[in-house]
């Protein structure tokens, strides 16, 4: 899952961006509509965390040319502007939910997972390989039932490889698909990050492996064991 925070404040960008890497999203922020547009002209987001007071401009203008060139990425405006015209005014723009601020952080990441799992674009079923299995929505993974505990880059990586399970993952997809704007990922952090992965996968009956194809990536295999 990859997030997009629009949002002007530093501190605010800080705090969210915290809480939203800490529940093992990826996530991206920027402070103003010209850089939002760069963003959602570049990458897939499956949510958009949108804020309406921006330097260069209202909210509302980002979220309304969203939808109207048929982007059904699912927008939570986060605002301010509690008044009931207001978030009217925000719903009928093509919000898909709305929180005003100040907020709780457990209620920020409630409500983003109640908007990946009704995303019926953005968020795909779980994921299955071996006895491998993995919930994008709620970023569980588990081998025979059994929950398998993954650091957020670990889980990252294994959504990577378990969606492109038998093919050849390029080494610079893991690369785009762990990084964060303004933080690349080394192709040195990618080995780290796929060697603790196999040690934590190793001691279950997974009945996959992760090879590594020299010069070119990694792939998910699924060995029948």
């Known amino acids: 899952m990859r997030l997009l925070l629009v949002e002007d404040s530093a501190r605010l960008r800080e705090l969210v961006g915290d809480t939203i890497r800490d529940a093992g999203w990826r996530l991206d922020a920027v402070s103003d509509l010209g850089k939002a547009d760069d963003a959602l002209a570049t990458t897939r987001y499956d949510l958009v965390l949108l804020d309406l007071g921006l330097p260069d401009g209202d909210g509302l203008e ?119 704007f303004d933080e690349e990922v080394s192709p040195n952090a990618i080995e780290v990050v796929l060697s603790r992965l196999r040690r934590k996968l190793a001691p279950h009956p997974t009945g996959t492996a992760i090879e590594t194809v020299r010069g070119v990536g990694y792939m998910l295999r699924e060995t029948g064991a």
Not at 90 to 117: C, I, Q, S, T, W
Not at 128 to 150: K, N, Q, W, Y
């Open 62 to 180: 980002l979220l309304r040319a969203l939808r109207r060139r048929k982007d059904a990425t699912p927008v939570l405006v986060l605002t301010a502007r509690g008044a009931v015209d207001e978030r009217i005014a925000g719903l009928d723009a093509g919000a898909d939910d709305y929180l005003v601020k100040p907020f709780n952080n457990g209620e920020l990441l409630a409500r983003a997972r109640a908007l990946l799992r009704r995303a019926p674009l953005s968020v795909d079923p779980v994921l299955e390989a071996g006895a491998l299995r993995f919930d994008p929505a709620t970023h569980e993974t588990s081998c025979a039932g059994e929950i398998v505990a993954l650091a957020p880059r670990e889980r990252a990586a294994l959504e990577i490889l378990m969606r492109n399970a038998g093919r050849v993952t390029p080494k610079r997809g893991l690369e785009e698909g762990l990084s964060e």
